[in-house]
């Protein structure tokens, strides 16, 4: 029902920087936890980073020290920060929505385009 729409993606070397938006259609982040994740060819779908309705937030450590999730609430807005890139962050990028069963999170069904990040040596 909600729309997202992950933007900002494009090409950039390494060592560099890129912010992602995530904008939703409403207002649903102080209800819902949201996430980031990429696919690269021949990959499977990873989960880089998430925050909690709280605000809380985790980081895969594949990318922890250089990646930041962040959101502005007013906004609907979720923010992906991704500093020194590396070639191994290219992939395409999607936001979803995250439901909790368990001790796990998982995605909504309907992820959208994403948007590409690439990353050149």
């Known amino acids: 029902q909600v729309q997202l729409v992950a933007s900002g993606g494009g090409l950039v070397q390494a060592g560099g920087s890129l912010r992602l938006s995530c904008a939703a259609s409403k207002s649903i982040l102080n209800s819902d936890a949201m996430g980031w994740y990429r696919q690269a060819p021949g990959k499977q779908r990873e989960l880089v980073a998430l925050m909690t309705s709280g605000g809380g937030t985790s980081i895969a450590d594949s990318v922890k020290g250089r990646f930041t999730i962040s959101r502005d609430i007013a906004k609907n807005t979720v923010y992906l920060q991704m500093n020194s890139l590396k070639p191994e962050d290219t992939a395409v990028y999607y936001c979803?929505?995250?439901?909790?069963?368990?001790?796990?999170?998982?995605?909504?069904?309907?992820w959208g385009q994403g948007t590409q990040v690439t990353v050149s040596s």
């Open positions: 979803n929505r995250l439901t909790r069963h368990g001790a796990a999170y998982y995605p909504g069904d309907y």
